[in-house]
């Protein structure tokens, strides 16, 4: 289906095997978007789903005129389905929601209405109430909102995750900048335009379980650091100052030693010293390999993801399509690759 004008909100979903909790969320999502009375276009990202995802996504569009399906061709990570989605996004406001149900679409109208009213450019969804989440979730997530502040510097609305709404003005803003591995969460307050905040209580998974490993985790826990923050690479000067230094105490005690006629024993002491040594320049190899990593993926300029079809810009394809392509959870990265997870 194409559409001309463009129409006031659009709502980006990234999916990833969402097909258990699908259902649940057209039920709900869709009366509540019918009920702004404005025109709105919903922007389902299939990230590469193996299961009935996609096949019930062109079900779906076929009596909800408004369901625009983005399909990618491989699992790309939420991030860069995300971007996918807000870079095809038309509307003069995005909003951005996870599939899962865990954050209320109802406040969609909540943050639209704030961002009219007050004029604003972004309206977060700041999570009140993390009880739905495990002890694990609650607790890894409090220390990564606590890190990124210091390091990152940026104004942090802490517990606000992927749920919000932007403007047009910085969604194009978004558009524009060349990050290879975009994280969200920290570049829209880095933008800083006008923002306020919208409460919610974090709802449990309506389905399915989470698209998030440990790993997927981590990942974006180290791109977030390494997007935002040069600080890891003083890691390396400050152990290396704390090296010197205890190496210099140690040669004055061997000195000593030596004066006062004792033998230097203690092999122990001198393998526990090489091998912190070795640590701590393995260490900092790593943390520059990270960086460089980072600036080779950049330079590379290679896509973040890949778009198998657009609803929007051509018919829905005859039958659903389920997935012929071997079962795979994860694109193949490289080390530094570009899938991220988060807290
Ligand atoms: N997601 C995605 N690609 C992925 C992993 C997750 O598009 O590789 C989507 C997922 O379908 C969901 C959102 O990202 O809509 C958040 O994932 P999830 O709810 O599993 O994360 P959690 O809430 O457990 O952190
Ligand atoms: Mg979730």
């Not at 258990?20 to 389902?44: C, H, T, W």
């Not at 909102?145 to 932007?166: E, I, K, Q, S, T």
């Not at 900092?284 to 896509?303: F, K, N, S, T, W």
Request: proline share 7%.
């Amino acid at each position: 289906m194409v559409r001309e004008s463009p129409p006031l909100l659009s709502v980006v979903i990234p999916m990833f095997n969402e097909a258990e909790v699908l259902p649940l969320l057209v039920r709900r999502l869709r009366p509540v978007l019918d009920g702004i009375g404005e025109s709105y276009e919903v922007v389902a990202v299939d990230d590469g789903s193996q299961d009935t995802t996609a096949a019930q996504l062109i079900g779906a569009a076929r009596t909800w005129p408004q369901l625009r399906i983005v399909r990618l061709r491989r699992n790309s990570g939420h991030q860069a389905a995300l971007t996918a989605g807000l870079h095809r996004s038309r509307g003069e406001y995005v909003a951005s929601i996870d599939a899962d149900l865990q954050d209320p679409p109802e406040k969609i109208i909540e943050m639209l209405a704030k961002a009219r009213a007050e004029e604003l450019d972004i309206v977060y969804g700041v999570r009140a109430d993390r009880a739905a989440d495990t002890v694990f979730k609650r607790r890894t997530a409090g220390l990564y909102y606590a890190v990124m502040r210091r390091l990152a510097g940026v104004h942090l609305p802490a517990n606000a995750g992927d749920f919000r709404l932007l403007s047009r003005a910085t969604v194009d803003v978004l558009k524009q900048l060349p990050e290879h591995q975009p994280v969200y969460r920290l570049l829209v307050p880095w933008i800083g335009f006008p923002s306020g905040t919208v409460n919610y209580v974090r709802d449990h998974r309506a389905a399915g379980r989470t698209k998030y490993p440990l790993s997927k985790m981590i990942r974006l826990a180290v791109d977030s650091i390494t997007n935002f923050s040069a600080a890891p690479l003083r890691i390396a000067t400050w152990l290396g100052a704390m090296a010197f230094v205890l190496c210099l105490l140690l040669l004055v005690y061997v000195g000593v030693s030596f004066a006062l006629g004792h033998v230097v024993q203690g092999w122990a002491s001198v393998l526990a010293s090489v091998l912190f040594l070795g640590g701590v320049q393995l260490l900092c190899l790593g943390l520059l390999g990270e960086y460089l990593g980072r600036l080779y993926a950049a330079v590379q300029g290679r896509p973040a993801y890949f778009v198998a079809y657009d609803s929007a810009d051509e018919p829905l394809p005859a039958a659903p399509t389920p997935s012929s392509e071997p079962v795979r959870n994860d694109p193949p990265v490289s080390w530094f690759g570009q899938p991220a997870g988060r807290p």
